[in-house]
């Protein structure tokens, strides 16, 4: 089975669409790696597969070799150098919750300071990835395929990609309750019950489903429809890892002041009522838009009128500031740098965030207290 490497199976789930599912895996699989993992992203959201687009790799392709697939590399295990100092507008580090903030620092100008900034280098772990759109002619190819076929493809991936040694699967599903999810766990209660050794009369090793992260957003309608895969997670007996409310506010990067454009804070309320886990709230930040589609590194507290750029905060203590880019920054247009997108990553306002999240993620896997709820009655 392609599985045998994989030490831990984590699903990413969610009720309904929009949510910033997609979005979600790939911070909880970048922060991981950070963390030392090796990490791989399963993508079997087959009708909008937005994996590689989010981790830059597009136009990258599938190799085969003996026995199935050999996913796609986003970077090997590696030593990344101390991030640059960034700072961020003080608001953000409060939407961070159950010490998902420990990391930041503040300033003297009120804002926050990346607490990882003064860090020795940092040993990563490897990130791979698979996904559909790997294997499609191009962006805007369209998948038209009924039940069986998708069934078939997502039992395809789970059996035939090789994955290497790996810490940490994340599985990236659509949303709702559909047949991939059904095919999905259907294949991986069948395949990680570990069967017997005639020759050691030993259980021989199988992948673990650790359980689910279940994301929402705050509105009331996205919260009832999480219901649902409570519900799914109790009758299929998927364990229930956490549930994450993204866009838990926007905190504006030129002034600071954060404002709750869909409400807050219904996650928490949720989890608390159903006696799930509540790993945290994500705000908005469209530095990290900027980070994934253009590929340029976040920078907080430059604020543009008119084609001219103002300092909000002032510059950050031992950065050097690059005129050409300065330039490119005015006009509204950003070259997109060089580096790894893990690298990058640790200059967002959100991974301080995410660093909570998955620390508590790996805490409840290695603890074995992911939670087993039975079904919902609404």
């Known amino acids: 089975m392609s599985l045998d490497n994989v030490k831990n199976i984590v699903l990413i789930l969610s009720g309904k669409g929009g949510v910033g599912k997609s979005s979600i895996t790939t911070q909880l699989a970048l922060s991981l790696s950070l963390a030392g993992h090796s990490v791989g992203i399963l993508d079997i959201d087959l009708t909008g597969p937005s994996i590689p687009r989010l981790l830059g790799i597009e136009a990258s392709k599938v190799k085969q070799a003996p026995g199935g697939w050999l996913p796609v590399e986003v970077h090997p295990s590696q030593i990344l150098p101390p991030a640059p100092p960034t700072t961020y507008p003080s608001p953000i580090s409060a939407t961070a919750t159950n010490g998902a903030n420990t990391n930041i620092k503040t300033n003297n100008s009120g804002s926050s300071t990346n607490g990882h900034a003064d860090h020795q280098p940092i040993q990563i772990g490897s990130l791979h990835a698979m996904s559909l759109a790997f294997l499609l002619a191009s962006r805007s190819s369209a998948i038209v395929w009924r039940g069986p076929k998708k069934t078939a493809m997502v039992r395809q991936f789970l059996t035939s990609v090789l994955w290497g040694p790996t810490d940490y699967l994340l599985i990236d599903t659509p949303p709702g309750t559909s047949d991939e999810h059904i095919s999905l766990v259907e294949t991986l209660l069948k395949d990680v019950t570990a069967p017997f050794s005639s020759t050691t009369n030993r259980a021989l090793p199988r992948p673990q489903l650790a359980g689910a992260v279940i994301v929402t957003t705050p509105q009331a309608v996205a919260i009832s429809d999480v219901r649902k895969e409570l519900n799914f997670c109790g009758k299929t007996g998927v364990k229930v890892l956490g549930v994450v409310e993204n866009m838990s506010g926007y905190v504006c990067e030129c002034c600071g002041v954060a404002t709750n454009l ?100 790996v805490d409840t896997v290695q603890s074995g207290t992911a939670v087993s709820v039975g079904q919902i009655v609404s």
Not at 288 to 295: K, R
Not at 297 to 319: H, I, L
Not at 337 to 358: H, T
Request: a negative charge.
């Open 262 to 361: 869909f409400s807050k804070g219904g996650g928490e309320v949720m989890a608390r009522e159903f006696g799930v886990g509540f790993l945290g709230g994500v705000p908005l930040d469209s530095q990290w838009g900027a980070l994934v589609e253009e590929g340029v590194r976040p920078k907080y507290g430059d604020v543009v009128k008119d084609g001219v750029k103002e300092d909000t905060y002032g510059s950050v203590p031992g950065a050097e500031e690059d005129d050409d880019e300065e330039a490119e920054m005015s006009t509204g247009q950003r070259e997109r740098e060089e580096g790894l997108l893990v690298d990058k990553y640790r200059s967002c306002s959100l991974y301080p965030v995410f660093e909570g999240i998955a620390k508590q993620v």
